[in-house]
């Protein structure tokens, strides 16, 4: 392909720019969509498994099964303390927590109201990552000396102290009392699915054995030290727990894997679908291209004749239609491409810059907010469309190569 074929190309789409920028548009638009869909499929799959991940990292959880009335088999089959420092001892376990939940009721301006109060190991604080809107969490101490301190969840914190900050006031629930040192949230709102109601009251756990004649936890957490190690602890922390306890006793021992695998095959199917959408309004633009270098040929017979009427090869003519297919699909790929990425990083900068200028709390630090954009899908974009141009451009232009001579220059 020499220059002249170049100089050519670029000539006739220059005086037919208007028809060649309508042909483009179609061609931006299913380059753009196939970065995009890639862009928002990271996004939402990144988005999910944080989410997942927030409720805590790498974490196994166990509890004893309970009958249908909500009654334990037996009171040997309880998840203890002991059972916890076994649970320390598996290979590949950083942390252990434990927990375990009273209904309880507190006094408001008055009024008796249902609350949760969960009795937590130190542990259970670093597992489930929760979130202190003020003052501190339950430490060491606290829990060593079986002080009568609390967390509050932002909710409860809200209808007891209205118009105060509760860090250091008073609260009763039952017959003790408590000081609040502390105000929380769940990182990620587990909608009353956790031992964590929206109106819960956290104490140090040896204070449960005020409430009950053993200290003995509902729910049991082992943190593995990476994802890869979570099937493996899960394995031994249910042989565990079927080792030291009688025959009959059933515990269900569960991770998030398959969850964080389910989010997984949903962002997969979901690209799927839209890359599919994507390809579409690709093939749809190069019909646009094929539809309009036919009408092209059509126009530039009599050119074609006199081109080769002096001289020009079948080759030559058909190099030169391509090309010209080539270019648009070319330009319109890298205009797609650059809509594609500007998009994000817009829209990062607006949600880092906005909430700052409204003072909105958007939930999360803006720092942290980054929109991935993969710049594989960039090149195959890039690649495809150009592709997309080159194939349903050869129609056009074989017909424009074999078109005879003394036909074209007779055509009106």
Excluded at 91 to 115: A, D, I, L, W
Excluded at 192 to 197: A, F
Excluded at 300 to 314: D, F, H, M, Q, S
Aim: aromatic fraction near 6%; charged fraction near 20%; proline fraction near 4%.
């Amino acid at each position: 392909m020499n220059i002249e074929t170049w100089a050519v190309a670029l000539d006739s789409l220059r005086a037919n720019k208007v028809k060649a920028f309508l042909t483009m548009l179609g061609v931006i638009i299913g380059s753009a969509c196939i970065v995009l869909v890639v862009t928002v499929a990271l996004t939402g799959k990144r988005l999910i498994i944080a989410q997942i991940e927030g409720i805590g990292s790498n974490i196994v959880y166990a509890e004893v099964v309970r009958t249908s009335a909500g009654q334990l088999t037996s009171l040997a089959d309880e998840i203890t303390l002991a059972d916890m420092e076994a649970a320390r001892a598996i290979p590949g376990v950083v942390e252990v927590g434990g927990s375990r939940q009273f209904p309880m009721t507190v006094v408001v301006e008055g009024v008796e109201r249902p609350v949760e109060m969960v009795g937590i190991t130190e542990g259970f604080q670093r597992i489930r990552r929760l979130v202190i809107l003020s003052g501190r969490e339950l430490d060491a101490e606290d829990m060593a000396s079986r002080a009568k301190v609390c967390l509050l969840t932002e909710d409860l914190a809200h209808v007891m102290f209205p118009y105060e900050d509760p860090v250091g006031k008073t609260v009763r629930v039952g017959e003790l009392t408590f000081t609040v040192v502390g105000v929380f949230r769940e990182r990620v709102s587990t909608f009353g699915q956790s031992e964590i109601q929206r109106e819960s009251l956290v104490v140090p756990f040896p204070l449960m054995k005020l409430y009950a004649s053993e200290e003995y936890v509902r729910v049991l957490y082992a943190q593995a030290a990476s994802p890869d190690l979570v099937p493996a602890v899960t394995r031994m922390v249910a042989e565990m727990l079927k080792s030291r306890h009688r025959e009959g006793a059933v515990y269900d021992v569960r991770n998030l894997a398959a969850l964080r695998q389910a989010a997984e095959n949903i962002a997969m199917v979901m690209t799927a679908v839209l890359l599919l959408v994507a390809f579409i309004a690709l093939t749809i633009s190069g019909i646009g291209i094929m539809n309009i270098m036919l009408v092209t040929v059509t126009q530039r017979t009599r050119e074609i004749g006199i081109r080769k009427a002096i001289g020009a090869r079948n080759r030559e003519i058909l190099e030169q239609f391509l090309l010209e297919s080539l270019i648009i699909s070319g330009i319109g790929a890298v205009a797609g491409i650059f809509i594609a990425v500007s998009l994000p990083v817009l829209v990062q900068t607006l949600l880092r810059v906005v909430p700052r200028m409204l003072n909105v709390d958007i939930g999360v630090d803006p720092a942290s907010i980054h929109i991935p954009i993969s710049w594989l899908s960039v090149v195959v974009a890039f690649l495809v469309t150009c592709l997309t141009g080159v194939l349903f451009g050869y129609l056009p232009a074989d017909r424009a190569a074999k078109l005879q001579p003394t036909e074209s220059l007779r055509y009106e």
